[in-house]
């Protein structure tokens, strides 16, 4: 069997889970027969899930549909409440881009000082240790008290749940570079700051990208939460909003295209860490 | 031993123990060696052999005792003191190339990039490795990577090279070769050496001078011994030199039994003056007690006529 048999014959159950999923939600979700009789202006009233006896979740047809006309117009603004998905989703990327961004600035030098000196790692590690395991969301009123703005919290709370992470990746990737390469450098005489550059971070590089990527992925789900809370603009804020209207529809699209958007940012990150990872 | 290009003086290792007691891995130890001199060390694991070369290195530094080379007490690395290493110790995120030049451009940190590869180009064909300059550590054989070590450390044209173990992950076959490329490289280009092995053979092929350590801990520098073979010896004839196997046996005596009751048998051992054995000289004797066996086979090639080693 070769590779590519392989991967077409995954690609071919892949698509068969799909329709089969597919199929099902459609059955489920079809009307049914009309449940009562009852007068036209009334029926008009209570709309098809009473009369048809339709269920009140969209089936993939409705979902579909819905998809389409978002994907048409993506970037609309018809004010606070009704903004087109891309702009929704422009808004989540850009805070999480800020934040993550912000994160990487500070955790991956940290991670290379508290890794190179034994000191700051055994003095830091109680702070490290009590801090990781707190829900980034536990931020956000102090957050919202401090700095009085609900935009930069969300940006603070995705830079306070991805840095740690990245920071522990980089301490356990610099502190574990093998002693036999620091020694080459040494024997070279190549200077701290060149041995940092051209020796350390070549040979942490892959495990401080898996820690990036870690960061990515946590931010990514973080970024809904956070939006649900401070609200205004955002696909987190648009999921709350569309609950809030009743549109199961919508928010299914939203959970999709979230879905859609957390996998694309792993991928990249995933790239980024095949680029710097060596063969030995 | 007038012209001392290394000396190790007095130098010990300690290591905090348990119970706030220390371990003496060595002590005292003086060892000398001339410049342009090939010098083995034999001795079982946990005698500090890979210590006395880190010490040498200035990878490590001693507890006690100065080590001087070219006339200076050594403080930390140099490039003057290039060391291959056992697990060649390549960076695998870099070419063949890239790993030389890296060692160059520590070096001569002016140097324009062509310059640094030119010369870098001229180690790896030394080391026989054209064609190979842009390959990956991952992409190579073990013995092409550790050749890539030699590369590496004779591209920094050091005052000498320390090598711990070398070979001893190689196929023997690869072993040989590279054995041959180095013997032939050290007498080129006239390099002091100080190579650590477990390989008798190894040491008699490639050694002027051979260094005999006793177990650990409290290791001693037991015997010097003087390699008896002609400098132009060759591999293939090594075994049929007549003092070859008086030697061979001296080296192995030593390891298997003297190494571990020398601290015994020579209570009034003087670590400053360690005897120097030569072997198969008139007048001086061979410290063990299995004497050479007398010379019958005096037909050794290159007595009567130039070494037939090609």
Same mark, same amino acid.
């Given at each position: 069997m070769t590779a590519s048999s392989l991967r077409l014959r995954a690609g071919l159950v892949s698509i068969v889970l799909l329709a089969a999923f597919?199929?099902?939600?459609?059955?489920?979700?079809?009307?049914?027969?009309?449940?009562?009789?009852?007068?036209?202006?009334?029926?008009?009233?209570?709309?098809?899930?009473?009369?048809?006896?339709? /269920?009140?979740?969209?089936?993939?047809?409705? =979902?579909?549909?819905? !998809?389409?006309?978002?994907?048409? $117009?993506?970037?609309?603004d018809n004010g606070?409440?009704?903004?087109?998905?891309?702009?929704?989703?422009?808004?989540?990327?850009?805070?999480v881009g800020t934040g993550y961004l912000l994160a990487v600035l500070v955790a991956i030098p940290l991670g290379f000082l508290i890794g190179m000196s034994p000191l700051l790692s055994k003095a830091l590690d109680p702070f490290i240790q009590v801090l990781k395991p707190i829900s980034p969301l536990a931020w956000m009123p102090l957050a919202l008290y401090t700095i009085k703005d609900s935009s930069i919290s969300a940006i603070f709370v995705i830079f306070i749940c991805s840095i740690w992470p990245m920071l522990l990746n980089t301490v356990f990737g610099v502190? /574990?570079?093998?002693?036999?390469?620091?020694? =080459?450098?040494?024997? !070279?005489?190549?200077?701290?700051? $060149?041995?940092?550059?051209?020796?350390?971070?070549?040979?942490?590089?892959?495990?401080i990208l898996t820690g990036m990527r870690i960061s990515i992925g946590i931010a990514w789900l973080v970024i809904v939460a956070a939006e649900m809370l401070v609200g205004g603009t955002g696909i987190g804020y648009f999921v709350w909003n569309e609950w809030n209207n009743l549109s199961i529809t919508n928010v299914i699209i939203a959970i999709l295209l979230i879905g859609i958007v957390g996998m694309l940012l792993d991928q990249i990150l995933a790239r980024f860490t095949r680029m710097v990872t060596f063969p030995e | 031993m007038t012209d001392k290009f290394v000396s190790i003086e007095g130098i010990a290792k300690r290591y905090?123990?348990?119970?706030?007691?220390?371990?003496?891995?060595?002590?005292?130890?003086?060892?000398?060696?001339?410049?342009?001199?090939?010098?083995?060390?034999?001795?079982?694991?946990?005698?500090?052999?890979?210590?006395?070369?880190?010490?040498?290195a200035g990878l490590d530094a001693p507890s006690e005792g100065a080590v001087i080379v070219d006339g200076q007490a050594i403080s930390g690395t140099s490039l003057d003191r290039a060391v291959i290493f056992q697990s060649h110790a390549l960076l695998p995120w870099r070419t063949v190339l890239g790993n030389v030049a890296y060692a160059v451009s520590s070096k001569w940190r002016s140097w324009d990039r062509a310059k640094v590869k030119a010369h870098a180009q001229t180690f790896i064909d030394l080391v026989g490795l054209t064609g190979s300059e842009h390959k990956r550590p991952s992409e190579?054989?073990?013995?092409?990577?550790?050749?890539?070590?030699?590369?590496?450390?004779?591209?920094?044209?050091?005052?000498?090279?320390?090598?711990?173990?070398?070979?001893?992950?190689?196929?023997?076959?690869?072993?040989?070769?590279?054995?041959?490329?180095?013997?032939?490289?050290?007498?080129?280009t006239g390099q002091t050496a100080f190579m650590i092995t477990h390989d008798v053979d190894e040491a008699i092929y490639l050694a002027d001078k051979i260094f005999l350590m006793t177990n650990g801990p409290g290791?001693?520098?037991?015997?010097?011994?003087?390699?008896?073979?002609p400098k132009d010896r060759g591999r293939t004839d090594l075994h049929r030199h007549p003092l070859y196997y008086a030697l061979r046996n001296h080296i192995i005596d030593f390891l298997v039994t003297r190494s571990k009751t020398f601290a015994a048998e020579k209570p009034g051992h003087d670590p400053r003056n360690v005897p120097v054995v030569h072997i198969g000289k008139p007048g001086l004797t061979v410290a063990s007690d299995a004497k050479p066996e007398p010379l019958k086979e005096t037909s050794w090639p290159s007595l009567s006529r130039p070494s037939t080693s090609s």
């Open positions: 597919l199929g099902i939600w459609h059955l489920a979700t079809r009307s049914a027969a009309p449940v009562a009789t009852m007068s036209p202006e009334y029926a008009k009233l209570m709309g098809l899930t009473a009369t048809q006896g339709k /269920s009140a979740m969209p089936g993939p047809l409705d =979902v579909g549909a819905k !998809l389409w006309e978002h994907l048409k $117009r993506p970037f609309y606070p409440n009704d903004k087109g998905l891309g702009i929704q989703l422009a808004y989540s990327i850009a805070r502190a /574990s570079v093998r002693k036999e390469w620091i020694n =080459v450098a040494r024997t !070279l005489e190549v200077g701290t700051i $060149r041995r940092a550059f051209t020796v350390i971070l070549p040979a942490a590089a892959p495990t | 905090p123990g348990a119970g706030g007691a220390t371990t003496t891995v060595f002590e005292n130890l003086w060892l000398s060696m001339p410049r342009g001199e090939f010098c083995c060390v034999i001795g079982h694991s946990g005698c500090g052999k890979t210590t006395v070369l880190n010490i040498l190579l054989s073990g013995g092409m990577k550790q050749r890539v070590g030699i590369a590496r450390a004779l591209s920094i044209t050091p005052k000498m090279m320390l090598m711990d173990e070398p070979f001893s992950a190689l196929d023997a076959l690869t072993r040989g070769t590279l054995q041959d490329e180095v013997r032939r490289i050290c007498l080129e290791a001693v520098l037991a015997e010097v011994v003087e390699n008896p073979l």
